[in-house]
Structure formats: structure tokens, C-alpha cells
């Protein structure tokens, strides 16, 4: 059975009670009384505008899927490693759609895929954990030229990284590979698209290990990591020649960063995962993340939220952005991070027999609409379409329920006046209409439309359009 999120079930209450007060006083309503229903209205629909769905047809996974990576915001790829229980060993999943469907490109008994990078749909690069007490398999690194089916271990040279944590692609010939976390640290950087590969041991900078990066071109990024005790950023300009420190914790809290992400080319933000935890467990530990204003020169620490484990870390814009990780819920800022609440719109989804947990650990972003994000399934984020899109001097409200639906779905609006032409177009994911109808002559007031079409499972988008008015809002149809 489905749960829904306690923040979900309260917008919807508050709809259908404004509903029904609007539809059993409209006639003696004033205009003062319509606008304020309005107000609060468009305010709860404000506040859902980063609305994050489980994907309906996305693999799922009983511990994470360790990274994701998308060429585009229709092919992508996710990795899942080996966990316990030994559900699914190892496996590199695609998708072509924009993650309506998935196919599973590649399963291994042998293997923590780690992480993963692609420059275009068929050639890509697959990192290996290479945790010798959970696998057998060694190599920790792989390349494939055919999407992810097939695998080429790639013999690197020494100094030789017994793991790859994180793969920065550049362009189709420059490629970045980091890793472990807990050591050796060590990077591997190819500039001919993977025909020959140089390492540089990077102890000096990141003593314990390396984890994330981020870079603008072949020549200049970020990797993180931990010196130490404490969490380190390390900025290169030459092409990971050289490495300047540009940040270090001084705590001696035994943390690392563990994910690195930039909004806009000034504005970049890193999670701190305290390790520190591991040896001793508490939920009141101090958490903290890491911010920069100006390009990476100079970062800063801001608090988190106690007893937090942080992992994942992703930003739809400069101000608006998510941390993910191990304590139960992800949580979202609107205000460059002075502020986190959690966001319960990861949380609770169906994922068949699995735990509820989200667990994310990667956002892939795609300008300031559309993300993905790698949990114990794959989710995504798309803002160009809101609850309520459009109000003309008039009253506007659209809702549908159930949502997520198998077979049919109610969608209730309400009219201010009447109108000769409703017209309901469906419109799925990549924005191709799917169905159109016009429903005639409807009054004012409240009004209900059965949607019952036979569609394939996905996320959809029904526009309500009348001759001053039109209202929008996303539906999802599960099989």
C-alpha cells in the first residue's frame, strides 16, 4: 500500500476544505473573500513547486544506488552495488526516456560499482569500490563501449588506486577518476578518451582519501576528500598537475566532503559526512556543510542539522538545494542554507518490498527544471509545470485523486464562470500531447472530470484550458 507524506496529505486537506467552502458560498462570496482563497491557494501551490516522484518504472535497490549519471535529460544510467541482502549483485541499469523505462545493461556477482561517467550513449567508464571484504574483484576501473552491457578492466599504473570512488567526464577525451575514501588516494586522468591513463598519488593533500569533483574544463575542478582528521576541497588550474588547498576543517572531527556541487560558476556547496560516528555512534554530534561565493577561492562553514549522516548534495539553483544521506529524510533550503526543513517528498514511496528510506546519494541537474537523484531508487524533479500555473482574474484550482492511480483518477477544478469550451489535453513526459477532449458546456463552481484512459505507466501532464484560464498540474499512472 502507498504512503503518502504527512506534508502531501495536509496540502490536500487544506484543498478540498477550500473547495468545498467555495463551492457552498461562491454566490455570497466577496471579491476580497475570492482573492485571499486565491492567495492561499497559489501559496500552497508555491511551496510544492519542488515536487521530487519516485520514478514508477526505476529499479529499486534494499541498501542505494551509488551513483547516477545522465548524458542528457533523457539517457542516463544508474549503478547499484553489492549489498546485504544479496538482492541483485552489482548491477548497471539504463534509461532512454528521461527514466520512464529502465533495462538492466549489466549484473555482477563480483562487483560494488561505485560510480559512473559517460561521454556519449555507448562509451563510458564504471568505478569499482574493490572492497575485498564484500567482493573479489580488484580492478577498479572499467570502460565500456556499448552503453554499460560489457565491461574492459582497465590496467592503471602506479601509483595504482585500489578503488574508484568518483568520475568527473570532461569532454569525450578528458576524464578525471578519484578514489578510495579510505584510502589510497589516488588520481587517475586520461586526456585521449581512455587510451592511456596517468595517476598522481595525492596524499600530500588528502591524506585518508578522495570521494567527489567537480570541474568547469579539462583543466580546472575541485576534488574532496579528507587530510587527516578533517574534511578537504583541493582546486587545480593546469589540468591536475598541481593541487592548491582552498578548504580544510581544523575541528579534528574526523569528517570528509563527501559530495561537491555548483548551482552557477560562484556560487558551490560540499556535504560533510562525519565519520567520527563510526566509533562511537550518537545523535548529537554537530553536522556542518561547506559553501563558496566566489568560484571556489574561499569556502565557509555553515551548521547542519545534529546527529545528520550527509552524503548526497544537489542544487536546482544558487539558493534551493537538497542534502541527502543515512538518517532517514533528505532536507531542503530555500535560503542559501541559513535554513533546512525536511522535504517528504522523497520519502514513503512504494518501492515493493524495500525500505521506504530515501538514502540519496547523487543529484544530477539539468538548468534550473529538471534533476535526478540516486537513492534506494532513482527520483526526478521537474519544475516547468507547478499545482497551479495560470490565474486571470479569476478563481483557479486543480486537483486529482488518487495520485499515483492504476486505472482512474477524479480531476476537480473549480470555475468561476461558465464556460461554453473546457478543453483537457494530456501531455506525457517529453511534452508530446497523448490525448485531448473537450468537455463541453461547464458551470460554476466545482467540477469533475473521470480520467480513465488506458496509457502506459509514467508521469503525466493535464491542462484544464478555458476561454480566460488555464490550470495545470502532474498525475502519475502506476501498473
Known sequence: MKRKSTNNLYIKEIHRVLLMFVHRNYSSMTKLQ???????????ASSAQFDWQALPSAPTSPYRFDDIYFLNPKIGWAVKPIAAPVINLGQIWETRDGGMNWKLNHDSSQTYYRCVGFADSLNGWIGNLA??????????????HDGGKTLQPINLPYPRPKGICGISVVTDSVVYAYGRYYGPP?????????KTWVTKDM?????VGLIDGWFWSKDTGFITGQNGANSVILHTVDGGNTWQTVYQATRG??????????PSRNIGYGSIEYTGKLQGYQTTYKTYFTCTTDGGKTWVEKPFITGYDEEGCGFINDSTGWI????GMNYITTNWGNTWKIDSSFAFQTLGQ???EPY???????????????????????TRITGISELKNTNAFVSNYPNPFTDKTTITYILQRPCRNVMIDIYNAQGQKVSSKNLGFKNVGQNNYVFNEDLPAGIYYYTITTSDIKMSKKMIIIK
Open 354 to 356: 524495500y525500505s521506504p
Open 186 to 194: 589516488v588520481l587517475a586522468m586520461t586526456k585521449d578518451k581512455g
Open 203 to 207: 596524499s600530500p593533500y588528502a591524506s
Open 324 to 327: 541527502g544521506g543515512w538518517s
Open 131 to 144: 572492497d575485498t571484504t564484500i567482493s573479489n574483484d580488484t580492478i577498479p576501473l572499467y570502460s565500456t
Open 34 to 44: 475570492l482573492l485571499l482563497v486565491v492567495m492561499i491557494i497559489s501559496s500552497l
Open 360 to 382: 540519496v546519494n547523487r543529484f544530477r541537474r539539468f538548468g534550473d527544471t529538471i534533476m535526478y537523484a540516486g537513492g534506494n531508487t532513482i527520483y526526478k524533479l521537474d
Open 253 to 262: 572531527d574526523t569528517d570528509h566532503v563527501w559530495k561537491i556541487f555548483f
